[in-house]
C-alpha cells in the first residue's frame, strides 16, 4: 500500500492545476495518477489556439497552455505515475490502479478526481445504415490528423456543433477537405460564438440548425449521407430529406463525463451534469474525495477547467491540514430559464461563492438573479445568454450569512 496526502485522479489541465494549488496551498505529498505516457491529456490533440486568454493571459495552443501547467508540476517535484489507470476508488479512499508494473494501491487522506469526459458514441444515436469505414467521432478524428499525421477524408459532413465539431470542421478545410455541411439537431448551435465565426462563417461552411442525419450509406466505405430537417419531437421531416455524397462523416454529438469511478464509489450524482453533486470546495458527499474539471461538468473554456480545480486542490488541501471549511450547507436550485447550477450546495459562513450555471435555451438580453426565499442575493446582467457559453455569478459571503431556503438563479428578458 502506497500512502499519500492527496491523490489526483487525471493528469489533464484539470488534474495538473489541482495538484499545483494543493502543493502551493501547504501539502506538498502530492501525486498524479495518468493512464497516458505524458501529462496534458485532451489539450495534447487541441493544436489550434484560444487557450489561456482568461487564466494566462495569453493566446495559446492546447499543447502550450499544458507545457505551462506540466513545467509548474515540474518545478515543484509533484510525483506523476504515468501509464497508470485507475480502475477503483473506495469510500474509504483507497485507489486501485493497473500499471506496467502490475496492480498498484494507493491510501489517501484526499481524492481528487479529474477524469476529464469522451465523446457520445454512433452507437447512441440510431442512425439507420450500415457500418462503413469513415464514420468518426470528432475527436477520434482530431486526434488522427493532429496527433498521427492521418487524413481522414476528403469530403466531409459533420453532425452537431459542438466546439470540437466546428474547430474540426476547419481543421478539414485548412488541409484541403471539403466540408458539405455541418447540421445540428436543436434549432441552435452549442458552440462558442467565436467558433461559429471562425470556424464555419470564415470558411463559407452551411450550419443547417434543426436537421440531422438519417441515413448513411455505403458499404466498405463512407459513399454518402442522407440528411433531414426535424419536427418538434426531432423525428426526420420525410418530405425535407436530401442526398449529400461524402466519404466522412464526423460526429459531434456530445460529451459524456468520465464518471464510472465516481458512481462504483458510491457518490451522488447530478442527472442534468452527469457530474458529481459538490459544495463550494467541489468536495463530493463522500469525505475526503472531490471532483473537478470536465469530469464534474463540461466546460467550454480551459481556462475555468483551471480554476475550479484551483478550487478542488485547496479544498482538498485544507482537508489534509485540518483547516476545511466549515459552516451549514444550504442548496442550490436552477430557476426559470437555467438548466443546472454548480456547486450544488454552499456554505452560510465562509468566502464569496461563485455559481456556474448554462441556460435552458438562446435569449437576447437578460438579467440572472440569485435569491433565497425574499432576499436577493446577486443580480447579473448580460447582452445574451445561450446554451454553449458557461455563465458565473459571484454571491458575496455577507448576503450568505443569513440564508435559511435553498438559492435559485433564475433569469428574465430585458
Given at each position: 500500500m502506497n500512502e499519500h496526502a492527496i491523490i489526483v485522479v487525471g493528469g489533464g489541465p484539470a488534474g495538473m492545476a489541482a495538484a499545483i494549488a494543493a502543493y502551493d496551498r501547504g501539502v506538498t505529498d502530492v501525486v498524479i495518477l495518468d493512464r497516458e505516457p505524458h501529462l496534458g491529456g485532451i489539450l495534447m490533440q487541441c493544436i489550434h489556439n484560444g487557450f489561456g486568454l482568461h487564466k494566462l493571459g495569453q493566446e495559446l495552443t492546447g499543447p502550450e497552455y499544458a507545457a505551462v501547467y506540466e513545467r509548474k508540476v515540474a518545478e515543484r517535484g509533484i510525483k506523476v505515475y504515468y501509464e497508470t489507470t485507475v480502475t477503483h476508488v473506495s469510500p474509504d479512499r483507497v485507489v486501485t490502479a493497473q500499471s506496467r508494473q502490475g496492480i498498484l494501491k494507493f491510501k489517501a487522506q484526499a481524492v481528487i478526481l479529474a477524469m476529464g469526459c469522451r465523446e457520445r458514441s454512433r452507437g447512441a444515436l440510431n442512425i439507420c445504415g450500415s457500418r462503413p469505414a469513415g464514420v468518426y467521432s470528432a475527436g477520434t478524428a482530431q486526434?488522427?490528423?493532429?496527433?498521427?499525421?492521418?487524413?481522414?477524408?476528403?469530403?466531409?459532413?459533420?453532425?452537431?456543433?459542438?466546439?470540437?465539431?466546428?474547430?474540426?470542421?476547419?481543421?478539414?478545410?485548412?488541409?484541403?477537405?471539403?466540408?458539405e455541411a455541418v447540421c445540428e439537431l436543436m434549432p441552435y448551435s452549442g458552440g462558442l460564438?467565436?467558433?461559429?465565426?471562425?470556424?464555419?462563417?470564415?470558411?463559407?461552411?452551411?450550419?443547417?440548425?434543426?436537421?440531422?442525419?438519417?441515413?448513411?450509406?455505403?458499404?466498405?466505405?463512407?459513399?454518402g449521407v442522407t440528411i433531414a430537417q426535424v419536427d418538434q419531437r426531432r423525428q426526420p421531416i420525410e418530405e425535407t430529406k436530401r442526398y449529400i455524397p461524402c466519404d466522412t462523416l464526423l460526429l459531434s454529438v456530445g460529451l459524456i463525463p468520465e464518471n464510472e469511478l465516481t458512481r462504483a464509489c458510491g457518490i451522488p450524482m447530478d442527472p442534468i451534469t452527469n457530474g458529481a453533486l459538490v459544495d463550494d470546495t467541489c468536495q463530493t458527499a463522500v469525505p475526503g474525495i472531490f471532483a473537478c474539471g470536465n469530469v464534474l461538468q463540461v466546460h467550454d473554456l480551459v481556462d475555468y477547467v483551471s480554476d475550479e480545480a484551483e478550487r478542488a486542490g485547496i479544498g482538498a488541501a485544507d482537508l489534509v491540514l485540518g483547516a476545511n471549511a466549515q459552516g451549514e450547507l444550504v442548496a442550490t436550485k436552477p430557476g426559470n430559464g437555467v438548466r443546472y447550477v454548480i456547486p450544488q450546495n454552499v456554505r452560510k459562513a465562509g468566502q464569496d461563492v461563485s455559481l456556474f450555471l448554462r441556460v435552458t435555451q438562446p435569449f437576447g438580453k437578460v438579467k440572472f438573479t440569485v435569491t433565497s426565499g425574499d432576499q436577493v442575493l446577486a443580480v447579473a446582467k448580460r447582452l445574451k445568454a445561450a446554451p454553449g457559453e458557461m455563465e458565473k455569478i459571484t454571491v458575496k459571503a455577507e448576503q450568505?450569512?443569513?440564508?435559511?431556503?435553498?438559492?435559485?438563479?433564475a433569469l428574465e428578458e430585458l
Amino acid at each position: 500500500m502506497n500512502e499519500h496526502a492527496i491523490i489526483v485522479v487525471g493528469g489533464g489541465p484539470a488534474g495538473m492545476a489541482a495538484a499545483i494549488a494543493a502543493y502551493d496551498r501547504g501539502v506538498t505529498d502530492v501525486v498524479i495518477l495518468d493512464r497516458e505516457p505524458h501529462l496534458g491529456g485532451i489539450l495534447m490533440q487541441c493544436i489550434h489556439n484560444g487557450f489561456g486568454l482568461h487564466k494566462l493571459g495569453q493566446e495559446l495552443t492546447g499543447p502550450e497552455y499544458a507545457a505551462v501547467y506540466e513545467r509548474k508540476v515540474a518545478e515543484r517535484g509533484i510525483k506523476v505515475y504515468y501509464e497508470t489507470t485507475v480502475t477503483h476508488v473506495s469510500p474509504d479512499r483507497v485507489v486501485t490502479a493497473q500499471s506496467r508494473q502490475g496492480i498498484l494501491k494507493f491510501k489517501a487522506q484526499a481524492v481528487i478526481l479529474a477524469m476529464g469526459c469522451r465523446e457520445r458514441s454512433r452507437g447512441a444515436l440510431n442512425i439507420c445504415g450500415s457500418r462503413p469505414a469513415g464514420v468518426y467521432s470528432a475527436g477520434t478524428a482530431q486526434k488522427l490528423m493532429n496527433c498521427e499525421g492521418y487524413m481522414v477524408g476528403k469530403k466531409v459532413v459533420i453532425l452537431g456543433s459542438g466546439d470540437i465539431g466546428l474547430i474540426m470542421a476547419r481543421r478539414m478545410s485548412l488541409e484541403g477537405a471539403k466540408v458539405e455541411a455541418v447540421c445540428e439537431l436543436m434549432p441552435y448551435s452549442g458552440g462558442l460564438t467565436r467558433n461559429i465565426v471562425q470556424c464555419l462563417e470564415d470558411f463559407g461552411i452551411p450550419l443547417y440548425l434543426s436537421t440531422t442525419v438519417a441515413q448513411i450509406h455505403g458499404d466498405k466505405r463512407l459513399e454518402g449521407v442522407t440528411i433531414a430537417q426535424v419536427d418538434q419531437r426531432r423525428q426526420p421531416i420525410e418530405e425535407t430529406k436530401r442526398y449529400i455524397p461524402c466519404d466522412t462523416l464526423l460526429l459531434s454529438v456530445g460529451l459524456i463525463p468520465e464518471n464510472e469511478l465516481t458512481r462504483a464509489c458510491g457518490i451522488p450524482m447530478d442527472p442534468i451534469t452527469n457530474g458529481a453533486l459538490v459544495d463550494d470546495t467541489c468536495q463530493t458527499a463522500v469525505p475526503g474525495i472531490f471532483a473537478c474539471g470536465n469530469v464534474l461538468q463540461v466546460h467550454d473554456l480551459v481556462d475555468y477547467v483551471s480554476d475550479e480545480a484551483e478550487r478542488a486542490g485547496i479544498g482538498a488541501a485544507d482537508l489534509v491540514l485540518g483547516a476545511n471549511a466549515q459552516g451549514e450547507l444550504v442548496a442550490t436550485k436552477p430557476g426559470n430559464g437555467v438548466r443546472y447550477v454548480i456547486p450544488q450546495n454552499v456554505r452560510k459562513a465562509g468566502q464569496d461563492v461563485s455559481l456556474f450555471l448554462r441556460v435552458t435555451q438562446p435569449f437576447g438580453k437578460v438579467k440572472f438573479t440569485v435569491t433565497s426565499g425574499d432576499q436577493v442575493l446577486a443580480v447579473a446582467k448580460r447582452l445574451k445568454a445561450a446554451p454553449g457559453e458557461m455563465e458565473k455569478i459571484t454571491v458575496k459571503a455577507e448576503q450568505l450569512a443569513n440564508v435559511t431556503e435553498p438559492i435559485v438563479v433564475a433569469l428574465e428578458e430585458l
